[in-house]
């Protein structure tokens, strides 16, 4: 008997588990009986697209065995022609490899051949399975506009959520509420993407793909965090066009704006700069030189009984001073003592940002009442627009330039509102933590350990401490900690770009509080 191989493709997953490829194996093992060949070895393609001849090595290694056993080889059996390829030129340059070598191509479903007419066969139902490949993507790229333009989400589905009826994306009740809280501590500013990752998985957030299920990276916090699905709308690359989707919103577009202000760093926040070791010289880079403007460094001296510690510039060490450890801390001990705030500026500050808080909430809702009223009259006559461009009174491309201009103003309505609010426990929780611990700052100071010691220091000087050969003097104090200090009421608002918000100042307050974890209240004082 004449020696075959045989070539087996299926495009999908799913077709592999329904035994398709078994089904046609059994098809041309039966042909090639009926024509008296024996079949040598099944090539099995699984899960292969046909649209080109790349990223399918088993066609590839048919090819080559094919050419390396032409003389043992006559045939190559397919269930259809379109199993080799669903495009004309790749089919042909197939069976031109294989007639080199000899080789026929015999299709179990199909009249092939040798004869002329066979050929000519042979040929357009190679074209026909191009056609038929070339339709239905056709179909396909206007499904996904008209789906787009539905506002149908499209592309793969964000964590949060997960396919309701049809192919409707629902809020997950398990990780809805953990991921809108994600963006809401992203928004404040004050957490990297490595931290907001480790966060998220410790709440037991996995990202699958597959059927593999792996914890939160920073790479994929990254790409959580630029997903604009989130605030309900769409951006589409391919035709570069945003729409509004027909999925509840996990945030407001000003939250999303605002934390993609943070990532692309154009918008900062005073946050402490915190080091993994402060070691037994907590104000290193602290301090810095009156006379050259450089941060200090420490080094022991060893004695006859004991080891002195010493601060010293780290620029021009030998022309300045050593300055002994004991003194810098007295000094620095006195500076905290004099800035001490009286406990009617802490009483007062703390009724300024509740009342402020509580004011805004009430403008909040008023605008948050007007928007949607304003939404609604926007979806009112886009279903207007609809019935008059079904009923033939206004054409295709007038429909498609007033829907553009509807959804453009419906995105704008959206954004006209903040609507992050931090919630009023968490408020009142970082306002007595900030009283607490800055009502005597110097005693915080004194009882801290290194790192906390350092996260103190940076947060009320964010630009350092300046030491003038003796004393202490600073450049800038952080105008959240001047809130706190003065004696007259100070602009503490919600919202506005040149303001000191309630935002700024939780982002301000939380890593302090996770840096003093053991910060009684209302003691006023640090207690270890």
């Not at 300045?320 to 450890?325: A, C, E, G």
């Not at 007033?402 to 609010?421: K, P, Y």
């Not at 996260?455 to 105008?479: D, K």
Request: with cysteine; hydrophobic share 35%; aromatic share 10%.
């Amino acid at each position: 008997m004449k020696k075959a191989y045989a070539y087996l493709r299926v495009s999908s997953d799913e077709q592999v588990q329904n035994f398709s490829l078994d089904t046609q194996e059994e098809i041309c093992r039966r042909e090639a009986q009926r024509r008296e060949f024996e079949i040598v070895k099944f090539y099995r393609e699984e899960g292969r697209s046909a649209k080109n001849i790349k990223g399918r090595p088993e066609l590839i290694q048919l090819l080559e065995d094919c050419r390396k056993n032409k003389d043992s080889i006559s045939a190559v059996f397919v269930y259809r022609i379109d199993r080799m390829a669903r495009d004309t030129s790749d089919y042909l340059a197939c069976r031109k490899s294989l007639a080199e070598s000899g080789v026929a191509i015999l299709s179990c479903t199909e009249p092939t051949g040798s004869t002329p007419t066979e050929k000519l066969t042979e040929v357009m139902l190679s074209a026909i399975a191009e056609l038929d490949n070339a339709v239905r993507g056709e179909r396909a790229k206007n499904g996904h506009r008209k789906r787009f333009e539905a506002g149908y989400p499209l592309g793969g589905m964000p964590i949060g959520y997960k396919k309701g009826e049809g192919r409707e994306w629902v809020p997950d009740p398990a990780t809805f509420n953990k991921v809108k809280k994600a963006w809401e501590i992203m928004s404040l500013g004050s957490t990297s993407l490595r931290e907001i990752s480790n966060l998220m998985t410790s709440w037991g957030l996995r990202t699958s793909y597959g059927k593999k299920s792996n914890k939160i990276r920073p790479q994929t916090a990254q790409r959580i965090f630029r997903c604009k699905l989130y605030a309900g709308v769409q951006w589409s690359p391919t035709y570069q066009e945003e729409r509004m989707v027909n999925v509840e919103p996990m945030i407001s577009l000003d939250t999303f704006k605002r934390v993609q202000d943070y990532l692309d760093g154009r918008k900062t926040v005073d946050v402490i700069r915190r080091y993994s070791e402060a070691g037994d010289f907590p104000l290193r880079r602290i301090i810095k030189c009156s006379k050259c403007g450089s941060g200090f460094t420490a080094c022991w001296s060893k004695g006859r009984l004991k080891r002195y510690g010493y601060y010293l510039c780290a620029k021009n060490p030998r022309e300045h001073k050593y300055i002994p450890v004991a003194q810098v801390e007295n000094e620095l001990v006195k500076t905290l003592s004099e800035t001490k705030p009286t406990h009617e500026a802490l009483e007062l500050f703390k009724l300024v940002v509740m009342r402020t808080y509580d004011q805004d909430i009430k403008s909040l809702k008023q605008k948050q009442e007007e928007q949607e009223e304003e939404v609604r009259a926007l979806k009112d006559v886009r279903q207007r627009l609809i019935k008059k461009n079904l009923d033939g009174v206004y054409s295709d491309e007038m429909f498609k330039e007033q829907n553009a201009m509807i959804e453009s103003r419906l995105i704008a309505a959206t954004t006209a509102v903040h609507d992050h609010m931090i919630p009023r426990y968490q408020l009142e929780e970082a306002v007595n933590f900030a009283v607490a611990l800055f009502s005597d700052p110097a005693r915080a100071y004194q009882f801290a350990e290194p790192h906390q010691k350092k996260a103190l220091l940076c947060s009320m000087y964010p630009s350092g401490l300046v030491w003038n050969y003796p004393g202490i003097s600073n450049t800038e104090i952080s105008p959240l900690y001047t809130a706190i200090t003065a004696s007259a009421p100070m602009s503490v608002s919600t919202c506005g770009a040149d303001e000191l918000t309630i935002e700024h100042f939780i982002a301000w307050i939380n890593p302090l509080k996770e840096v003093f974890p053991d910060y009684h209240q209302p003691a006023f004082a640090y207690a270890r």
